[in-house]
């Protein structure tokens, strides 16, 4: 196990079996997790990036078996904030020094992309970056909202096994997924993507299969959650992710792609009261505090309990690990501008 995690550590590379076998023991988890925290820290610094997360809207025309706010679920009280409010939220978060705004939702197409570039538009006079999350849709679509300003798009895979992902996802295509993945690349938004991890019958192979695909599609960021049921979902009865496996995934994730973000997610605090600094403390070097008001906070339910950042409490903590929080945009590599499309194919 120490010999793979040297390799990983010095060639970025390992392979299918390698990971799954690092993923399958435990005897050398603390060398890992050291590790990762050595390669963040050469790779994307001691800064830690806060993204304000906006939650703008709960309607959603999936049917995800795991996630609370699927369509399916008749329980959920569904809300909508309208332009003014979504602007007025991220004016507040920016006048509180985040450099980043996150507009996400379930797949919601009442949100026309041209509504949506008109926000984001809007958002982008305050001089912040731009991340969505708001599902898939065209690469025409993609266009309107890269073209109105947008730097960022998350859109987990979720598992790269594709029987795995058709039985999770009712009527969902993972060749759709895939594509809009790639168009996002393609159009130059960092792209982030990212997994699930405690789905049924997943295996180690299968999260290595997940690894490798970051890698193959130059993912510019990684958020890994641990799957936690929702007692409204077809799901409620299995058991929550694994948190250790779920760190696990994050550390060979920042190994073998040194200096992408990735976000320490609420769904780690939301199982282990330090899962956050477990996750900064493996690999990680992102945080997504919530800014939504808190009444729709509570309606946007993808898994319960979901945990809550204390702005003060963090700064604490991060200061007696020796980070601290970042003043700038943070884009791949903790550069204060994102990757343009010249230098994305000078890359190739
Ligand atoms: N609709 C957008 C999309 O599909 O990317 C963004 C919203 S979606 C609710 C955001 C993420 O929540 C998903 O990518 C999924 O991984 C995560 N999620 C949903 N239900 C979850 C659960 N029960 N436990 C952990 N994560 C969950």
Redesign the pocket.
């Known amino acids: 196990m120490r010999d793979l995690i040297e390799k990983a550590v010095s060639t970025s590379r390992l392979t299918r079996d390698e990971i799954a076998a690092v993923l399958g023991d435990n005897s050398c988890n603390q060398e890992l997790f050291a590790a990762a925290d050595r390669v963040r820290k050469q790779f994307a610094g001691d800064e830690v990036h806060l993204r304000a997360l906006i939650e703008f809207s709960n309607f ?1 025309r ?1 049917n ?1 078996l ?4 699927r369509a399916g679920n008749n329980l959920v009280e569904r809300y909508r904030l309208n332009r003014e409010q979504i602007i007025s939220l991220a004016k507040k978060a920016s006048a509180s020094g985040y450099k980043t705004i996150v507009l ?4 919601d197409i009442y949100f026309t992309a041209e509504a949506l570039a008109e926000i984001v538009a809007e958002i982008k006079k305050l001089d912040v970056a731009v991340t969505l ?4 849709r065209s690469y025409e679509e993609y266009k309107i909202l890269k073209d109105a300003g947008a730097d960022r798009f ?3 895979i ?1 598992t790269t096994d594709k029987s795995l992902y058709e039985k999770m996802h009712p009527k969902a295509s993972f060749e759709n997924r895939k594509r809009c993945l790639y168009d996002l690349k393609k159009l130059g938004f960092e792209t982030g993507t ?3 991890v405690g789905l049924l019958e997943q295996t180690y192979e299968s999260l290595a299969d997940d690894i490798l695909f970051f890698k193959e599609l130059d993912a510019d960021m990684i ?1 890994i ?6 007692e409204h ?1 077809p ?1 409620k009865d299995c058991s929550a ?1 694994d948190l250790t496996l779920a760190l696990k995934v994050l550390a060979l994730t920042r190994l073998l792609l040194p200096d992408i973000n990735i976000p320490a997610t609420t ?1 780690m605090e939301t199982l282990h009261p330090e899962g956050r600094m477990m996750a900064l403390q493996s690999g990680a070097n992102v945080v997504m505090p919530n800014v939504t008001l808190d009444e729709y906070k509570s309606k946007y339910e ?2 319960p309990d979901k945990a809550n950042v204390n702005y003060g409490e963090l700064s604490e903590k991060l200061r007696q690990i020796g980070r601290t929080i970042s003043e700038k945009k943070g884009f791949r590599g903790n550069s204060d501008r994102p990757l343009t499309l010249n230098s994305v194919t000078d890359l190739e």
Do not use: N
Request: glycine share 20%; with cysteine; net charge negative.
């Open positions: 959603c999936c995800c795991y996630c609370g706010i996400q939702s379930g797949e999350s708001i599902g898939e998350l859109l987990r979720e990212g997994c699930l958020g959650g641990p799957l936690i049921p929702h979902t799901l992710g769904a993808i898994y």
